[in-house]
């Protein structure tokens, strides 16, 4: 899909054939598209299929009329009625008169800039366009960790009875998504510094404050996934040995009531032995049924409070 905007008289118009100082949103195009940006734009169809593969990693490519930065951002992907949380590539691409971005899917960082949310906003205003889709992808990646953290918290609850692996496999599937995370921040940040430093991009001092602020927030949300991975990593192994814990005292419990209820069994099979009558106590007796049911009642429950002063029912 293509979609270009331009900036007039303060807000964002759609437009149908690119202009100077115009933005080209492209979300999973189609070969047809590429070939018309790339004949519009005078590129190269590579250099605009660059965040269309999965695993591309984060950079910044200097062309002879163009330059590109590519970051990882964070994305929540739909599995059997699961969220996972991963990346993708999202491709920025600075041409003399017009920005371009390429991306898999639609994504909340660049609908925010199409729905008006962002202040201060002009698609003329290339670097700082730059600058506020980074910022706003360090922010969507912090706000993604605190719900991978919450998300947490609510297995750990579940966990505390649990003696099943359903519950440890959902915190091994978040830990998996920070690794991600952590790992595109890292390159990110490479990213960052490297714009910092690089007089191919221009920079005008009034952005100087926001790339500060885009190099603070991505410091900050490698720091809490970092973290979070940390506390992850350690809850699953301390959970790993209650849930063998529960399941232990399950067959602690299963144990004592076997062996609580094979006293019936073994007095009852005394008495159903195939011997002489006669010598088997109370078999003759009026009685002797009602005396041998309430031995064997008084026996089970002699057992029974001798577990349980042992604790052996907790």
Request: glycine share 4%; proline share 3%.
């Amino acid at each position: 899909m293509i979609r270009m905007f331009l900036s007039e008289n303060g807000s964002l118009n759609k437009i149908e054939q690119p202009q100077p100082g115009c933005w080209i949103c492209l979300t999973n195009p189609t070969e047809s598209e590429l070939a018309l940006v790339s004949e519009k734009c005078s590129l190269d169809v590579d250099t605009l299929r660059a965040a269309l593969d999965e695993e591309e990693r984060s950079r910044i490519e200097i062309g002879d009329n163009y330059n590109m930065i590519v970051v990882n951002i964070p994305m929540i992907e739909q599995r059997k009625k699961e969220e996972l949380y991963t990346t993708i590539p999202l491709s920025i691409i600075l041409t003399k008169e017009i920005i371009i971005t390429v991306c898999l899917t639609d994504t909340p960082i660049l609908d925010a800039f199409m729905n008006g949310r962002v202040r201060d906003f002009y698609t003329h205003m290339k670097t700082r366009f730059v600058l506020q889709i980074l910022y706003r992808n360090a922010t969507l990646f912090l706000q993604y960790l605190h719900n991978i953290d919450k998300k947490s918290e609510i297995v750990e609850r579940k966990l505390h009875g649990s003696t099943q692996n359903s519950e440890l496999i959902e915190l091994l599937k978040l830990e998996k998504s920070l690794v991600y995370f952590t790992t595109a921040l890292r390159s990110n940040e490479i990213v960052l510094e490297k714009l910092l430093r690089t007089d191919n991009i221009k920079k005008y001092p009034e952005d100087t404050d926001l790339l500060e602020d885009v190099i603070i927030e991505n410091k900050q949300a490698i720091e809490m996934a970092n973290i979070y991975s940390g506390i992850l990593s350690g809850t699953m192994d301390a959970f790993a040995s209650v849930i063998s814990n529960n399941l232990n005292i399950v067959m602690k419990f299963l144990a004592i009531i076997t062996i609580v209820l094979s006293i019936p069994n073994i007095i009852f099979s005394a008495f159903g032995m195939n011997l002489d009558f006669s010598n088997i106590p109370l078999v003759n007796g009026a009685w002797g049924f009602f005396y041998v049911i309430v031995l064997t009642v008084v026996i089970c429950i002699a057992s029974a409070v001798y577990f349980m002063k042992k604790r052996m029912f907790k």
